[in-house]
């Protein structure tokens, strides 16, 4: 099928929130487990934080912003707060942070070989998951003792995303081929699918109805059955570039459509999306997530702002447009 077309929405409220440090670019964002939003900084000046690179803390009621310099030069596109309020950070340099910010404080976890770290996740048991794309490697990391276990995906596969199921297992993307993967924690066995259409997926979410896939390069969204590993294509516009994903308590998937400056919404049953346009042009929205409520965050990268969207009435649905 070729590519789609979302309905416009017309209810909710949009509101962009400018950062406090001049040109810096928003990347990864989280909502934490204490109720703040979490965010990836780069291009930051020079002072005060000399690697360019931050992490960043958001009241979502008062709207400040606090930001913590971060010593992974590269940045991040991903991280994830613990219950215990640690916030845990997957570097691009190939290096993990533990950031305490009752201390202010950052604590590096080296694992295996580094590796252009893309991707951050909490497995069941509360461990800290993460994605080496840089040498096909998936880490776990044991939050009390700090150990860390390295599994090799195999044939190659370089890693770009991962989540888990809800069959307990770790569901990743690879992006040097066209295709997605599981990793059974109880046996170790890897097991991998060639994705049914053209350009490899970028990012993946899990939700109570099967785990959810963007195709940057694709302009699509795949919904994938945990069970079966079937996968169906949600198409969107042309040059939508979907890459930021996140599951909503409802259920739904929300994305974020940087190349048409749109964030999107999907039922959890599929179905025609429906997408809300950024006030600002160009916004580069890049990366959502879901706060409890059903607000929908996202990282302007290109407006230098983050995003809050309230949703209000969901608009009709037509006919799906799936394939």
């Not at 700090?146 to 297992?169: E, H, I, M, N, Y």
Request: proline residues 9%; contains cysteine.
């Amino acid at each position: 099928m070729s590519p789609g077309q979302a309905e416009t929405a017309t209810g909710g409220h949009i509101q962009e929130i400018p950062l406090t440090v001049p040109g810096a670019k928003p990347t990864a964002i989280a909502v934490g487990t204490d109720g703040n939003i979490w965010f990836g900084l780069e291009n930051l000046p020079a002072s005060p934080a000399p690697t360019q690179c931050a992490i960043g803390r958001l009241n979502p009621l008062t709207h400040g912003i606090s930001v913590f310099p971060y010593p992974d030069p590269k940045g991040t596109q991903s991280l994830a707060q613990a219950q215990d309020g640690h916030v845990w950070i997957a570097g691009l340099s190939g290096v993990v942070h533990r950031f305490d910010p009752r201390s202010a404080s950052f604590a590096p976890i080296p694992v295996p070989d580094g590796g252009l770290l893309t991707a951050l996740a909490f497995g069941p048991d509360g461990s800290v998951w993460c994605a080496a794309n840089g040498t096909g490697l998936l880490h776990r990391i044991d939050r009390a003792t700090l150990s860390v276990r390295s599994w090799l995906v195999p044939s190659g596969g370089k890693p770009q995303a991962l989540a888990f199921g809800s069959d307990g297992a770790l569901w990743y993307t690879l992006s040097s081929a066209n295709r997605f993967g599981r990793l059974d924690l109880e046996t170790g066995g890897f097991q991998s699918w060639d994705l049914p259409f053209a350009n490899p997926a970028a990012r993946i979410a899990s939700g109570p109805s099967g785990l959810w896939v963007s195709s940057t390069a694709g302009h699509w969204i795949g919904d994938i059955d945990p069970a079966t590993a079937g996968m169906t294509r949600i198409g969107l516009a042309s040059g939508s570039a979907p890459v930021g994903v996140a599951v909503g308590g409802d259920g739904a998937l929300w994305y974020c459509a940087s190349g048409t400056n749109r964030v999107g919404r999907i039922d959890a049953e599929g179905g025609q999306p429906a997408e809300w346009t950024l006030p600002t042009a160009n916004s580069g929205p890049y990366a959502v997530a879901i706060r409890s409520g059903g607000e929908v965050w996202c990282s302007g990268a290109n407006s230098k702002s983050l995003v809050r969207l309230t949703t209000g009435t969901t608009p009709s649905r037509n006919s799906p447009q799936k394939s």
